[in-house]
């Protein structure tokens, strides 16, 4: 049986989380994106917006220590399309770049710690009922606390 303290420290660490900070300070994304006022768990303006959100997958390893939880990032253009579907696959394919980077960085003191990420999913297009254009990767983040 997990002790309840290391099963609270366990479900705290939130594979989204880490991979939004991390996203929201990376320099290549910020300045792709204009901005970190780009990057959210929202869809909303302004655009282009980096959707930071819990994928359908992943495996919590019998929440003994890591988990791998799914993490789906989400670029959408505005209602009228822009920019064009070849510039948000571009800046789809450079956050996912930018995510694998995450288990080089140094963790924040109170964690959690990322000890893998990689892909999990296909690179998909999607046009929005809005008229907006999205394209989306899911990705395995590995986490403890």
Same mark, same amino acid.
């Given at each position: =049986? ?21 996203? /929201?300070?990376? @320099? $290549?994304?910020?300045?792709? !994106? *204009?901005?970190?006022?780009?990057? *959210?768990?929202?869809?909303?303006? @302004? ?6 959100? *819990?994928?359908? &997958? ?5 929440? /003994?220590?890591?988990? $791998? &939880? ?8 505005? @209602?009228?399309?822009?920019? &064009?579907?070849?510039?948000? /696959? /571009? ?8 995510? =694998? ?5 140094? @963790? ?9 990420? $990689? ?5 998909? !297009?999607?046009?929005?009922? *809005? &008229? ?14």
């Amino acid at each position: =049986m997990t002790e309840p303290a290391l099963l609270q420290k366990v479900a705290a660490a939130d594979p989204v989380a880490a991979a939004l900070a991390h996203l /929201r300070q990376h @320099p $290549a994304v910020v300045e792709a !994106f *204009s901005g970190p006022g780009h990057v *959210s768990g929202l869809v909303e303006a @302004p655009w282009p917006r980096l959707r930071v959100t *819990s994928g359908p &997958g992943g495996d919590l390893r019998g929440l /003994r220590w890591e988990t $791998a &939880g799914e993490v789906t990032i989400e670029v959408i253009s505005d @209602p009228a399309g822009w920019p &064009g579907s070849a510039e948000l /696959r /571009r800046l789809t394919l450079l956050a996912a770049g930018a995510l =694998m980077d995450l288990p080089e960085t140094d @963790p924040p003191p109170t964690g959690p710690v990322v000890s893998h990420v $990689a892909t999990s999913g296909p690179l998909a !297009f999607t046009e929005l009922t *809005s &008229g907006a254009i999205r394209y989306s990767i899911s990705l395995q983040v590995v986490v403890h606390p």
